[in-house]
């Protein structure tokens, strides 16, 4: 079967950093993806990995290892406005997206 | 403001009653996509379309039809309502083929309560 496994919540603590892994077993694979969703609205894209590596994007980096089946996003200079869902995505053999349940991450002050 | 449009934005629906979810984009985007989201669960697809004119089923199509007429619109419709269909229901789009990298775009989604 193919799935997608991440925590289900993190607390940390604002100007601070975090990392959400993202582990998967999929039928092929052709990307990953982050996804931010605050409570009540739509996802919204965040970063897409495909090669082995760190993608950074301003405080937001992403980082994948295709042999280990493992991702992870890493949030720096933590914000009150970071305090969401992040979802993990797989995009299968077949280009369909396989998503994980999401991470609920609280930031304190 | 380019993105997509789904409506209604909430509903409460009686049991076997039928319903359409409306979903427009104003992006030329060639796929388009519907999902659930419930609880502890990750966003599971319900029927997909690569171009207008095709359609295809996802993982949970059971009770739930699609057409896609034209690029812009792609309704999903409960044919039956049932209780486990209660949800929240996400349309997004990509552009598709090797554009797909960078993610799909979603509308802002709607709640869906069946009683």
């Known amino acids: 079967g193919q799935n997608i496994d991440q925590p289900t919540e993190m607390t940390a603590t604002e100007g601070a950093i975090v990392q959400i892994n993202c582990t998967y077993q999929t039928s092929g694979f052709n990307g990953l993806f982050w996804y931010q969703q605050h409570a009540g609205e739509a996802p919204t894209f965040l970063s897409y990995?495909?090669l082995d590596g760190l993608e950074e994007k301003g405080r937001f980096s992403s980082f994948l290892s295709r042999s280990k089946g493992y991702s992870y996003l890493l949030l720096k200079e933590l914000q009150m406005k970071d305090s969401a869902s992040y979802l993990c995505a797989v995009s299968d053999s077949n280009y369909q997206l396989i998503w994980g349940a999401g991470t609920k991450l609280i930031i304190k002050p | 403001i380019a993105g997509i449009t789904q409506a209604p934005t909430s509903q409460i629906l009686a049991a076997g009653r039928r319903m359409t979810l409306r979903c427009t984009q104003d992006?030329?985007?060639?796929?388009m996509y519907w999902y659930r989201q419930d609880l502890g669960l990750g966003l599971r697809l319900i029927h997909y379309s690569n171009t207008a004119g095709t359609t295809g089923k996802g993982e949970v199509p059971d009770g739930y039809s699609v057409s896609r007429a034209n690029t812009d619109d792609f309704p999903l419709t409960l044919a039956s309502a049932v209780p486990s269909q209660t949800s929240v229901y996400f349309c997004?789009?990509?552009?598709?083929?090797?554009?797909?990298?960078?993610?799909?775009?979603f509308g802002s989604g709607t709640r869906l309560t069946v009683v």
């Open positions: 992006m030329r985007h060639n796929a």
């Open positions: 990995n495909v």
């Open positions: 997004a789009s990509s552009e598709g083929g090797d554009s797909f990298k960078e993610g799909y775009t």
